[in-house]
């Protein structure tokens, strides 16, 4: 099965949001083998949405959008592909009930908006899609000839639930109705510390797709992804392949490979500190925060991470981290003997198991010749080990502050497993 | 003028990369008054490429593509268009030279990659965009109807910089040379603290455009935004009918709006509390750092910022804050004695203005009947005043923790100006 998605919205289309749900859409639709095509963005404009999805419709027979669904006056989707169906809007009697219902339990003050009112309109004939997550419902509308267009809400909390709860077991159904079974599957595994160029050196042969699979290098600022992709092969004999090309990867360049998928290496680093029974206490400076928010940005985080210091000011960083005054006289505040007191000081000062600490330079300004903007020391404090590393990285303040905080857990995963660099 | 984008890129088409290139070039290209009528994305795969342009081409005459243009052998972009206008690749010797001499510059170990010659393969007849911020450089193609497509490389960095320097004059130019003077101009104002239905009633007789002009309600984490568009109008005219529409937002929800355009709340409490002379100690427990890393993102935010404590732990909270554990006994970690205690704790032991205090529970686990997920308390502590205030908010665990440091900061903001909610 190959499909379409059109995102509708002036926000998108004029670039004042970035479209997180056509991607959420490909992601997840890959994962089980249904191929998209194309992937386009219309405007608030009934025209250009008809045109749009008219025009996917023509190629593919099958469209998801997004957007467009909401009470207010520029929400057209509705009635623009209903238009395309030959159909019209009839007012559900059903959904307004529910909407009045949850707009009550609210609490909300004033009766229900009469405005609110258009998100129980539906296309004559339309499958009405459940949202659990949210007040719009999505929309199935299918023609005799079996193309269907699937409407989801553009909130991308909405729209994911939707897609997850409702919209996928009825494509899944749909695909396998149709006898079809495309696998498109890939495999990423996360390296960190090491260049695109450094990483094809090291893997040689394996460098342009081992096991026979196309590798991609995908460059970021948490490091070089490697991802592998098997197309046109059954489900099994797809992932066997990947194992073998997984492999071949992990042989090559293990050292720096930290994960697969998704995998964030600030999870990676509770997960050890988990097993080891250590608990972490950060010491901030130029990330301000970052790093403490990115630990506890993961759930469950609680019995690992006790919290830290936002040690912006050197005043700080001398009473509320124990840094000598003449250690900040003597080398700076970026110095790895600054660092590695503020990772000493967290650790003893908030009674941890590992201290980890970040002062650089993130720009746009304080740069010097001998230190410039992007110089950043990290040091982690263990119960009978001090590491301290220097970067020079590139890019803009926050960038440069991401790539830190990345480069602070890779020092500290090392540390915690012992290993050199 | 009107236009089309079409981004190029496996990554892209199957989401492992979010586009940020089309935003960036809409916004950018409407900020001068051109029309973008869609945006697309197609894979690494010359027939949609050459399908997505051709279209887009149809449509409009005009079209810029970003992604392709590199070594490697997943880069399509030239040959597929080229082939569109039925031109021939040829080898640009000056281009080759500009390659080599750069890769022999960096000094790297090696000799110029054949695969990398590929990058000096333009189509007959094409103009190059010089590329002052990376390797590839950028095509632009014409035909004798003057349709044109102009080719960016994907990596944003670039594609920005080229953007800037060669492409927006040269467009600039062509519409000037139309005679054109379309202008499409918007206007941004941000609200916070109120939903978007109570906005509308809020709004009354303005709530579906003032001044005549579409208004677009745009709902995220930050708040509503605004926006009034102005469309076909010349230049100043278009600026005085948005000033006059964004009068009457201000007129009648002044109250609820902190700025215009991009304008991030960090900043105006920043500036805020500079105008006073204040400082800024935080206290954070549920967001881990994430207010901190917020504040410190802004540049020059030092002069405000002091730190503070990321409080994970109850323990950190008493020991580093000053909390009483009498109080956390009795109303819990989350809860307004708590917070109020933070905000005064932060204040006093990093000898700051303001001190800024967060503790809620963001899920997914930790709800109770009493304190469900997305229960978050507020406190700020200034010279003579103490704030607390209790969010309900809704979403996953990243989207409840960025609401409370943005409902955090519009209380500290209300706060610094001595206003009540």
Chains 1, 2 share one sequence.
Request: hydrophobic fraction near 45%.
């Amino acid at each position: 099965m190959k499909l379409e998605v059109v995102t509708i919205g002036d926000e998108l289309l004029l670039g004042y949001t970035i479209d997180t749900n056509g991607a959420h859409l490909a992601r997840e639709l890959a994962g089980v083998g249904i191929e998209i095509v194309r992937r386009s963005t219309a405007g608030d404009d009934a025209a250009e949405i008809a045109a749009a999805v008219r025009e996917a419709l023509e190629r593919t027979g099958a469209v998801i959008t997004t957007g467009g669904l909401g009470p207010t006056s520029d929400d057209l989707t509705k009635p623009a592909i209903a238009a395309i169906f030959g159909r019209r809007m009839r007012m559900d009697e059903e959904i307004l009930e529910k909407l009045k219902a949850r707009w009550m339990a609210r609490g909300w003050s004033g009766g229900f908006p009469k405005s609110n009112e258009q998100q129980a309109l539906v296309p004559e004939g339309a499958r009405i899609l459940a949202n659990n997550h949210g007040t719009a419902p999505g929309i199935w509308l299918e023609d005799e000839r079996g193309r269907w267009v699937a409407m989801l809400p553009g909130v991308p909390r909405e729209m994911r639930g939707m897609l997850a709860d409702t919209l996928m077991p009825l494509i899944a159904e749909r695909a396998a109705a149709g006898g079809e079974t495309p696998v498109v599957r890939s495999r990423t595994l996360r390296t960190t510390g090491i260049g695109e160029s450094n990483l094809a050196d090291l893997l040689g042969d394996a460098a342009r797709g081992p096991a026979g699979m196309p590798l991609a290098y995908l460059p970021g600022w948490e490091g070089v992804d490697l991802r592998l992709t098997a197309r046109g092969l059954p489900a099994a004999e797809a992932e066997r392949a990947l194992d073998a090309g997984a492999a071949t990867l992990r042989a090559k360049a293990g050292k720096w490979i930290y994960g697969e998928g998704a995998t964030d290496l600030a999870a990676v680093v509770l997960d050890e500190c988990r097993a080891r029974r250590v608990t972490i206490a950060v010491g901030e400076s130029c990330t301000g925060g970052m790093l403490g928010a990115r630990l506890t940005a993961i759930p469950g985080s609680s019995d690992v991470v006790l919290g830290g210091v936002i040690a912006y000011a050197n005043a700080v960083k001398v009473a509320q981290l124990g840094v000598r005054q003449g250690t900040l006289d003597a080398h700076g505040a970026v110095s790895e003997e600054t660092v590695l007191e503020m990772a000493a000081g967290a650790r003893e000062r908030y009674g941890a198991g590992l201290g980890i600490a970040i002062t650089g330079i993130a720009g746009p300004g304080g740069g010097t010749a001998e230190k410039p903007v992007g110089t950043v020391w990290l040091g982690v404090a263990a119960d009978r080990r001090m590491e301290a590393r220097r970067i020079n990285t590139v890019g803009d303040r926050d960038e440069i502050r991401r790539r830190a905080t990345q480069a602070a857990l890779a020092l500290a995963l090392r540390t915690l497993r012992d290993e050199t660099l």
